[in-house]
């Protein structure tokens, strides 16, 4: 019997390229920067985005797809060079998927990203900063104290140690990495050495690094438990780093609760994590970062703060030392009872916790029936769109809302503006130089809000 080839029901039939691909390189006069660090530039009147150009470039490129509105390319020969274009550190830039932006030097790194965001803002949001603040900067190499590092085996069993290729799922074979932190950056040749000739290593498939102050995780994900070989040579290897070894077979919940846990200092507290706990990955930003968000914040003995998506109390636990009166939500258990745990390590009786899915309906939770003036949002990449309607009618004062994505900041801004708040002030952080990635912050003030226009009954008359 032959299989069905018909397409499903409500599927379109795939769209036939507009013209064939060009064979040979096309040149591109390159007008600006696209949200993932690509190179804009145009061609047979569609937007083409050019791996490795730079805003103000004329350049070489090989066009690679056609996709419905643009094409994908990638740089041939730089043509015209942009004056801010360096030679990147690392040997291993042209493969790794790791970073994408060593090419251009950090100042201008961090313009163009001010601008990408503003932008967004702008043509998405239809908002505009009253204020925008400086950049928070700190170290533009080995500032990453959080990693996932594939592994992988040849066919000849030769060891794969490494981040993802550029625009591929395969793994690049790393000797070291200039932007993590220099504790472990030969983590991989070291790695690769030690696993050379130790027979099949790929039910290992990733080690991930989370370091603290002093100390740190080295964390592996199993298909199975370690062998006695491969657990006596990753038993060295964390002790070599001063890491504590953890494996997690996939499939199975990990159980961290008797793990020693690991710190982190933040503004003269201490903050405790254990394997699998988010923590941002740059330590320098991250306190600047805190000490911002309390600055803007104007934190006073009064305050009652809602902070959202807190994690182990990287925010609330700052807010709650300079006397404000803190609640904060998490979606995980486990992060919520290490914010508890934070707290009670730091003396700070004035702060809770508790745990709840932030994208559902709040309205009938305790703890959200009672009022605050002041609100911290820190979400994930998809944003705070579910939640912000929800916020915004308890009319709190401030909310402050740290961003690592510009589309869904500048499409919740809207939300915001139509719920009476205004972008008061805005800034970028550099946490993570030499790469696309942009984390900002945004200070929304409350004003009036915006009175919906009625629409006028277009039906038809009503027999009474």
């Not at 805003?55 to 730089?78: C, M, N, W």
């Not at 801010?84 to 090419?103: K, N, S």
Request: net charge neutral; charged share 25%; glycine share 8%.
């Amino acid at each position: 019997m032959k299989p069905n080839r018909s397409r499903p029901k409500n599927q379109r039939p795939a769209r036939k390229p507009t013209h064939p691909l060009p064979t040979e390189a096309v040149e591109f006069k390159i007008e600006s920067l696209s949200h993932d660090g690509r190179g804009i530039g145009r061609y047979q009147g569609k937007t083409a985005f050019i791996a490795n150009a730079l805003p103000g470039e004329q350049v070489s490129a090989r066009l690679t797809e056609e996709k419905a509105k643009f094409y994908l390319g990638h740089t041939d020969a730089i043509l015209t060079p942009s004056s801010h274009r360096i030679e990147p550190a690392c040997p291993h830039y042209q493969q790794c998927g790791g970073c994408d932006l060593q090419h251009l030097d950090n100042a201008e790194q961090l313009k163009l990203k001010q601008s990408l965001v503003v932008e967004q803002l702008e043509r998405i949001g239809h908002t505009k900063p009253t204020k925008i603040v400086e950049p928070l900067t700190a170290s533009d190499w080995h500032y990453r104290r959080s990693a996932r590092i594939g592994i992988n085996q040849l066919s000849d069993g030769e060891p794969i140690i490494g981040f993802r290729r550029r625009g591929s799922h395969l793994l690049t074979q790393l000797d070291s990495c200039v932007v993590l932190d220099k504790r472990v950056s030969d983590i991989f040749s070291r790695t690769r050495d030690a696993l050379r000739d130790s027979g099949d290593i790929k039910y290992i498939t990733q080690l991930d690094i989370d370091l603290g102050d002093e100390g740190g995780y080295l964390s592996l994900r199993l298909k199975k438990p370690l062998n006695d070989q491969h657990l006596a040579i990753f038993t060295t290897l964390a002790s070599h780093y001063g890491l504590s070894l953890q494996q997690q077979i996939i499939g199975t919940d990990p159980d961290n609760s008797e793990v020693a846990p690991v710190s982190y200092s933040l503004n003269q507290l201490t903050l405790q994590f254990r394997p699998g706990d988010f923590i941002q990955v740059n330590a320098e930003i991250n306190q600047q970062m805190v000490s911002k968000a309390c600055q803007l914040l104007d934190l006073k003995a009064d305050d009652k703060i809602l902070d959202l998506f807190c994690g182990l109390g990287n925010f609330s636990l700052p807010a709650a030392q300079a006397g404000a009166s803190v609640t904060g939500i998490e979606g995980s258990i486990s992060m919520v009872e290490q914010a508890e745990q934070n707290a009670r390590l730091n003396q700070l009786d004035n702060s809770r916790f508790f745990c709840g899915n932030l994208a559902d309906d709040l309205t009938g939770l305790q703890w959200f029936r009672e009022s605050y003036n002041k609100v911290i949002l820190d979400p994930p990449r998809s944003g705070a769109a579910s939640l912000i309607p929800q916020i915004c009618n308890q009319r709190p004062e401030l909310i402050l809302y740290i961003s690592c994505n510009p589309g869904a900041l500048a499409r919740d801004s809207e939300l915001l503006a139509t719920e009476g708040y205004q972008l008061q002030q805005f800034l970028v952080m550099d946490m993570f130089p030499q790469t696309h990635h942009i984390e900002s912050m945004a200070l929304f003030v409350r004003g009036k809000k915006k009175q919906q226009k009625k629409k006028l009954f277009a039906g038809k008359g009503i027999n009474r």
